[in-house]
Nanobody, 129 residues
Framework: EVQLQASGGGSVQAGESLRLSCAVS????????IGWLRQAPGKEPEGVSC????????YYADSVKGRFTISSDKAKNTVYLQMNSLKPEDTAVYYC??????????????????????RGKGTLVTVSS
């Protein structure tokens, strides 16, 4: 059974940092691209970031470039999203998503929203001003 377990959300002040974790199980880590999308209250979902586990190809939404960093620990089957300089507009439920692809495909926002094989339960991030 495939599981994507997101954690690390919380409530912080603007300018602070959080690190989200996505622990995956049920598939071969290197055969998947794993990423994050988010959905703020009353807004459309947004693809945030994605990384090919084998290729290392990384995508960031323009809204988070320079502030968020995606990484992985293959020994732990875990993908992280380090979020620095958080803004109130980063407030959202963050979901971990995964797609079976061990090649060099570059995942962009549309893919994260519509083209992934799996999505886990979200973790809430609240940033206050």
């Amino acid at each position: 059974e495939v599981q994507l377990q997101a954690s690390g959300g919380g409530s912080v002040q603007a300018g602070e940092s959080l690190r989200l974790s996505c622990a995956v199980s049920g598939f071969v880590f290197d055969d998947y691209a794993i990423g994050w999308l988010r959905q703020a209250p009353g807004k459309e979902p947004e693809g945030v970031s994605c990384m090919g586990s084998r290729s290392g190809i990384i995508y960031y939404a323009d809204s988070v470039k320079g502030r968020f960093t995606i990484s992985s620990d293959k020994a732990k089957n875990t993908v992280y999203l380090q979020m620095n300089s958080l803004k109130p507009e980063d407030t959202a439920v963050y979901y971990c998503v995964a797609d079976h692809n061990s090649g060099s495909y570059y995942y962009a926002s549309w893919d994260l929203l519509h083209g992934m094989d799996y999505r886990g339960k979200g973790t809430l991030v609240t940033v206050s001003s």
